[in-house]
């Protein structure tokens, strides 16, 4: 059971922390240790629907208020995050099995969205028009979508939901919010916070309960007007169909396949520590997470030996322990595909250099591994793996490398090493792919604008782009004639 300490945090109609009588609920549990941690409300179609007029009624009323109230507020719920951030990094862990180092700062990072949001929901503006005739006024507002949904992953717990629902708020939006199966506990700390900060009841709605049903119903409701989803392409694909009869407005925030090019030229401690953040953050579940490394011929021995020697210090355990780097993957899904990407590889030429197994049986912990002579014929080098498995490839030319970085339908990020700025230009410039890391493979935050192309997804979080998602634009034309 989750630490009674955290209770206060968890002090929601949706929780009990003992196992309920009746089979209409989820138990969420200790990713490491597999125990219970708590049980959560399964909602129904009926009780979604009941929520989502909730939340249409608190959006009537929010929508008026100014947007310096609505800053104010905002600028509340941040206080707030940040003065729990140990107990919410916790309970992060708790659930979804990240180091507590990684938990504290995805919480520093979900609040900065809060303050990021806070900041921006005073700087929407419209604008007057030119117009070509003289007794007309051309005005163009910005007004809240309306009542918005998102449904959220279980990698990041916090800091999706916060990077969808501060935009929401600061534009006058409410938000209901599916979080994942596996890790909702932190979506109601940070309603309960919420709650605390003044924000209006209903503004924001936790739905906990099975995927498919909730997410149906969000996405077939006229009153949604718009829907937000980070998670798989393939799933994406099922919600905007669903999406379609009502015409939704949607962010898709969806698979990646990243490649890593290390040129000759690159300064290779800079990339031997891009590739290990890039790779292994959150034990390489991440969508940003580097899928395929390029190495160029000249310097790949020097490279893999590097990244061999890093990846053989890496701590596997659970989260909460001391110098801990890799916490468990999520599921035993998650473990068969980093084993069967290993397999494939391996029955073609890969050879292991580190890693390459399961931690045990009876937990879904997997060693962080290295394959080397990996080519463009293995599957890793077309799926995600979503798993602490770094596999090298060789290449010869600039050309080729950017070809073979190229040659995916995703384009959510890519990460360049080169000292040559007229390279990190070039290929920077020729990458498909919505964003690209140059010497770094730490690319996430509040300021900049998150989102892939091709089929890694559909408009753009945080930064000064985000909020447009939920603001819809109305042109008023004025006529002074008399
Ligand atoms: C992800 O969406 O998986 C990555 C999130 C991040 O890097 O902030």
């Keep these: 059971m989750i630490n009674q300490k955290y209770h206060a945090l968890l002090n929601h109609a949706d929780i009990t922390f003992e196992a309920p009588a009746s089979n209409a609920a989820i138990q969420v549990n200790d990713a490491a240790t597999g125990d219970a941690l708590a049980w959560v409300k399964t909602h129904t179609q009926a009780a979604v629907e009941a929520a989502i007029l909730r939340s ?19 600028m509340n719920w941040y206080q707030l995050i940040l003065k729990n951030q140990e107990d919410l990094a916790q309970i992060l862990t708790a659930e979804q099995g990240k180091p507590l180092a990684e938990a504290r700062g995805e919480i520093g990072s979900a609040a900065s969205f ?12 419209g604008d007057i ?21 998102a449904i959220t992953p279980w990698n990041f717990p916090a800091a999706m939901i916060a990077r969808k629902i501060a935009p929401a708020l600061a534009a006058g939006c409410s938000m209901l919010i599916k979080p994942a199966e596996q890790t909702p506990l932190s979506a109601y700390a940070l309603e309960v916070l919420a709650t605390q900060a003044g924000l209006p009841a209903d503004v924001m709605i936790t739905l906990s309960g099975d995927a498919v049903a909730v997410g149906k119903t969000l996405c077939e409701s006229d009153v949604v007007r718009k829907l937000s989803f980070t998670g798989s392409t393939e799933v994406g694909r099922i919600l905007m169909q669903q999406c379609a009869p009502t015409i939704k407005k949607l962010s898709l925030e969806l698979g990646g396949n990243a490649p890593v090019i290390v040129f000759d030229d690159a300064n290779i401690e800079q990339a031997v ?16 997470c580097a899928n395929r490394v390029y190495i160029q011929a000249g310097v790949y021995a020097a490279v893999s030996q590097r990244v061999i020697e890093e990846v053989n210090k890496l701590k596997t355990g659970d989260g909460r322990v001391d110098g801990v780097t890799q916490g468990p993957l999520i599921d035993e899904e998650a473990i068969a595909k980093v084993q069967a990407h290993i397999q494939d590889a391996v029955s073609q030429g890969a050879k292991v250099q580190a890693g390459g197994q399961r931690v045990a049986a009876d937990n879904t912990f997997f060693e962080p ?7 463009q014929a293995m599957r890793v080098a077309r799926e995600e793996t979503f798993g602490p498995l770094a596999p090298l490839f060789r290449f010869e030319t600039e050309d080729e490398a950017v070809f073979m970085a190229n040659d995916t339908e995703f384009g959510l990020a890519a990460y360049i090493f080169t000292q040559s700025s007229a390279r990190q230009w070039r290929v920077g410039e020729a990458l498909e792919y919505g964003m690209v890391g140059i010497n770094t493979g730490l690319i996430s935050n509040e300021v ?3 989102g892939g192309i091709k089929q890694s997804g559909l408009g753009r979080e945080g930064s000064q782009y985000g909020i447009e998602d939920y603001l819809e634009i109305k042109y008023m034309c004025l006529d002074l004639s008399e």
């Design 273 to 288: 520590k891009g590739i290990m953040a890039s790779k292994f953050r959150n034990s390489g579940q991440t969508c940003v």
């Design 129 to 149: 028009l030119p117009s070509a005739q003289a007794q007309q006024r051309l005005l163009v507002l910005k007004q809240p979508i309306g009542v918005t949904a």
């Design 369 to 375: 591994t290295v394959l080397t002579d990996v080519t």
């Design 114 to 125: 809060i303050r990021w949001f806070a900041e921006q929901a005073r700087r929407v503006e």
């Design 56 to 74: 249409q009624q608190a959006q009537a009323a929010f929508k008026k208020l100014t947007t310096l109230q609505r800053a104010d507020l905002l």
């Design 448 to 450: 900049s604008p998150f």
